[in-house]
Every structure is written in structure tokens, then in C-alpha cells.
């Protein structure tokens, strides 16, 4: 099993940053592809930001320019440095994980960081 823990949510003002974190662990060989992704009222989760091991990255076009994803593979750790928010931005962000075990690899869900953003 592997436990994603998620940290560093809470309220900022529109044009202010939060920085969100998500560590892995448990029993892995190792974690492969990171992301975050997010969910807003009413609405679909949907992608924001993904990250491989070897550090190339994939962002929605909504981010893209304000938010950086970036990981720390020794501390199968990813963050996510959100500038510049926007209202819309506002959500509950899930951490999502690769983990290879054993012969598969599997993906695992964090239990979600509300970020809200007021205007």
C-alpha cells in the first residue's frame, strides 16, 4: 500500500501564492509519475500539473506561466508552487502517484488540500 499525505492548502488573496506538497510512502520499488489535480464545485477533476521521475512536466494551459511543479525523488515528494491565484483557481487539490510494485505499477490518490482564493 502507499499513503499519499498532502500539505500546505488554506486561503489566500487573488495575485498571492501557496505552495502544496504530497508525500508518498509505504512499500514501492519506485514512484514514477507525480501530479495534481483538482476539483471545484460542481465540477469535473481535472488535470493541473504532472511531473515524471526524470522531471519532465505537463501543465493545463489554465496554469500554465503561475504554477511549477517540481519533486524531490529521494523524498518521494512533489510540490506544487501556485503564484499569481486567480478565484478560479479555488478547488480541492488532489495529489496523485505511480507507484511500481512488485511487477505492476499502481495509482494512488491523496485525500485532497482545499485551496481557496478570494478576490
Known amino acids: 500500500q502507499v499513503q499519499l499525505v498532502e500539505s500546505g492548502g488554506g486561503l489566500a488573496q487573488a495575485g498571492g501564492s501557496l505552495r502544496l506538497s504530497c508525500s508518498a510512502s509505504g512499500s514501492f520499488s519506485n514512484i514514477n509519475t507525480m501530479g495534481w489535480y483538482r476539483q471545484a464545485p460542481g465540477k469535473q477533476r481535472e488535470l493541473v500539473a504532472t511531473i515524471t521521475r526524470g522531471g519532465s512536466t505537463n501543465y493545463a494551459n489554465s496554469v500554465k506561466g503561475r504554477f511549477t511543479i517540481s519533486r524531490d525523488n529521494a523524498k518521494n515528494t512533489v510540490y506544487l508552487q501556485m503564484n499569481s491565484l486567480k478565484p478560479e483557481d479555488t478547488a480541492v487539490y488532489y495529489c496523485?502517484?505511480?507507484?511500481?510494485?512488485?511487477?505492476?505499477?499502481?495509482?494512488?490518490w491523496g485525500q485532497g488540500t482545499q485551496v481557496t482564493v478570494s478576490s
Open positions: 496523485r502517484a505511480q507507484a511500481a510494485i512488485r511487477i505492476g505499477t499502481y495509482d494512488y
